[in-house]
């Protein structure tokens, strides 16, 4: 079977879901009557439609999974993984403002898994092209995470795992 990453790491906002948790929603989150995530204006918030079965399918693949994400609004960050029950697919979270750069060095020390063992999703190009000059196979996510984007991060990163 082809190469597997040692840790998987996700940006949250535009990857995960389809806004930015610290201006496009008002926090704090709480999970409504009829089973609904909802900001605290009662705004309905949704994850794109394939992120549960795209973090099930790596924990499947026994793959760990981690969030790096530079927004200010840590605490509703952290609320709406837990809301969502995405919590329990992430062993990792780096969820604070400053450089990708600087979530990643810390994965790295806390999980002791090289950058060239870590795959990365993010729709920010400035991201990917940080945090790929440490090594780490980034993937450019457009129009939210998905299985084909898996799919397709998981066979770039075997081929870079191959070489040329």
């Given at each position: 079977?082809?190469?597997?990453?040692?840790?998987?790491?996700f940006?949250?906002?535009?990857?995960?879901?389809?806004f930015w948790?610290?201006?496009?929603?008002?926090?704090?989150?709480?999970?409504?009557?009829d089973?609904?995530?909802?900001?605290?204006?009662?705004?309905a918030?949704?994850?794109y439609?394939?992120v549960?079965?795209?973090?099930q399918?790596?924990?499947?693949?026994?793959?760990?999974v981690?969030?790096?994400s530079?927004?200010g609004?840590?605490?509703?960050?952290?609320?709406?993984?837990?809301?969502?029950?995405?919590?329990?697919?992430?062993?990792?979270?780096?969820?604070?403002?400053?450089s990708?750069?600087t979530?990643?060095?810390?994965l790295?020390?806390?999980?002791?898994?090289?950058?060239?063992?870590?795959?990365?999703?993010?729709?920010?190009k400035?991201?990917?092209?940080?945090?790929?000059k440490l090594?780490?196979?980034c993937?450019?996510?457009?129009?939210g995470?998905n299985?084909?984007?898996?799919?397709q991060?998981?066979?770039?990163f075997?081929k870079?795992?191959?070489?040329?």
């Amino acid at each position: 079977m082809a190469r597997l990453p040692k840790l998987a790491v996700f940006d949250l906002d535009y990857t995960l879901w389809p806004f930015w948790v610290d201006t496009h929603v008002d926090p704090p989150f709480h999970r409504s009557s009829d089973g609904a995530v909802r900001d605290r204006r009662g705004q309905a918030v949704r994850l794109y439609p394939e992120v549960p079965d795209v973090l099930q399918q790596l924990q499947d693949l026994d793959v760990p999974v981690a969030a790096a994400s530079r927004t200010g609004e840590i605490e509703g960050a952290n609320q709406l993984l837990e809301l969502f029950g995405l919590d329990r697919y992430f062993v990792h979270r780096e969820i604070y403002p400053g450089s990708k750069v600087t979530h990643f060095e810390r994965l790295q020390q806390k999980t002791g898994v090289g950058f060239s063992q870590m795959i990365f999703f993010d729709d920010e190009k400035r991201n990917i092209v940080d945090v790929s000059k440490l090594g780490v196979t980034c993937i450019h996510v457009q129009n939210g995470m998905n299985l084909q984007t898996l799919t397709q991060g998981l066979e770039t990163f075997a081929k870079a795992q191959a070489g040329p």
